[in-house]
């Protein structure tokens, strides 16, 4: 097989896929709206989605489960062999069964479905035929018509999965918006990881201040505020007037674009550029974020404007601080 020939396939599979999912959102109906509010009930009232398959969908039935429980959804992953060994205890009344079969023949999920009824649940069937047996012994079924396979012998899982996992984000994130999930619930959920800290953690407890911020008036020197940044081992140093107030940003780079563009000038006038004010090279009413900002917002604001450093004001626009994108990977947020 030629490279040309391996990049050709690839996009085959990628088209399949993509197609795949275009089909199975545009067969989105009142199913899905029906699970969701069945979903609802059973988690107002203290229960959890139980989440099964079989085979690779016992692996997408993780990931669904995963995803509902981080997003406010509470869910359990259900083997279904495990479930008619002892398993089935983990279940009660008040708790919905979602099932993945995409052939809807599944003979295992088709055992545990009595059981389940005996238990009480209400069951969510998810497969990719209407007419299967699994539809047809579901209280609500959501149809993946997601048409064939990427797999040229029609067998393994591969569009199938694709567009069950799809289905299983839509549900997650429609709940997340019906139960009103925010980021500070997320936060609750991931405590640990970069996550849980880009959640946690807000400006305050980032920002360079005190000794570490070059705060400098805009009639500072060049000379001055490079020293001050020395000073202070930042890469950049604010200005403010004398109530604090933010006027301007002067970076290390602002310094080298000034010196490259006088690159074979005569001494005088470096030394003309170095006793000069630094507000006349500053970046005037540059960017900033409040105090209240969590990590994870400034995270958003450094890869959208493509900036090093970010001046932290307090609700009266007075300066408090500095982020510095180098600071992230230390606090383990980036």
């Given at each position: 097989m030629t490279p040309e020939r391996m990049l050709e396939r690839a996009r085959e599979?990628?088209?399949?896929?993509?197609?795949?999912?275009?089909?199975?959102?545009?067969?989105?109906?009142?199913?899905?709206?029906?699970?969701?509010?069945?979903?609802?009930?059973?988690?107002?009232?203290?229960?959890?989605?139980?989440?099964?398959?079989?085979?690779?969908?016992?692996?997408?039935?993780?990931?669904?489960?995963?995803?509902?429980?981080?997003?406010?959804?509470?869910?359990?992953?259900?083997?279904?062999?495990?479930?008619?060994?002892?398993?089935?205890?983990?279940?009660?009344?008040?708790?919905?069964?979602?099932?993945?079969?995409?052939?809807?023949?599944?003979?295992?999920?088709?055992?545990?479905?009595?059981?389940?009824?005996?238990?009480?649940?209400?069951?969510?069937?998810?497969?990719?035929?209407?007419?299967?047996?699994?539809?047809e012994s579901s209280d609500i079924h959501i149809e993946i018509p997601c048409g064939k396979e990427a797999c040229p012998f029609g067998m393994a899982p591969t569009n199938s999965t694709t567009a069950t996992m799809a289905m299983g984000d839509a549900l997650a994130m429609v709940m997340l918006d019906a139960l009103r999930f925010d980021v500070s619930s997320y936060a609750m959920n991931h405590p640990a990881g970069a996550i849980g800290r880009a959640l946690v953690l807000k400006a305050t407890d980032i920002m360079r201040s005190g000794e570490r911020l070059a705060k400098i008036p805009p009639t500072t020197t060049v000379m001055e505020a490079l020293l001050a940044m020395t000073a202070a081992k930042a890469g950049s140093a604010v200005v403010a007037d004398p109530q604090d107030r933010l006027l301007g940003i002067f970076t290390d780079g602002d310094f080298r674009r000034m010196m490259a563009a006088r690159a074979g000038a005569a001494p005088h006038l470096h030394d003309e550029l170095l006793a000069s004010p630094v507000s006349e090279h500053m970046t005037k009413s540059p960017l900033f974020v409040r105090d209240t900002v969590f990590a994870a917002e400034m995270l958003k604001v450094f890869e959208k404007r493509r900036i090093d450093d970010l001046p932290v004001c307090d609700a009266q626009g007075r300066v408090v601080g500095l982020v510095d994108i180098n600071d992230l990977p230390k606090m383990k947020v980036l």
């Open positions: 599979v990628f088209d399949i896929e993509l197609e795949g999912l275009r089909r199975t959102r545009d067969a989105l109906g009142e199913s899905f709206t029906k699970a969701v509010e069945l979903m609802l009930a059973c988690i107002r009232s203290e229960g959890i989605i139980v989440v099964t398959g079989v085979g690779k969908n016992l692996a997408v039935a993780e990931k669904m489960s995963a995803i509902f429980a981080s997003t406010g959804t509470r869910s359990i992953v259900l083997n279904p062999v495990q479930a008619m060994h002892g398993d089935l205890g983990m279940v009660a009344p008040r708790d919905v069964l979602v099932a993945l079969s995409f052939s809807g023949e599944s003979e295992e999920i088709l055992r545990l479905i009595p059981a389940i009824r005996r238990h009480g649940l209400k069951v969510i069937g998810i497969t990719g035929r209407a007419d299967s047996s699994l539809a």
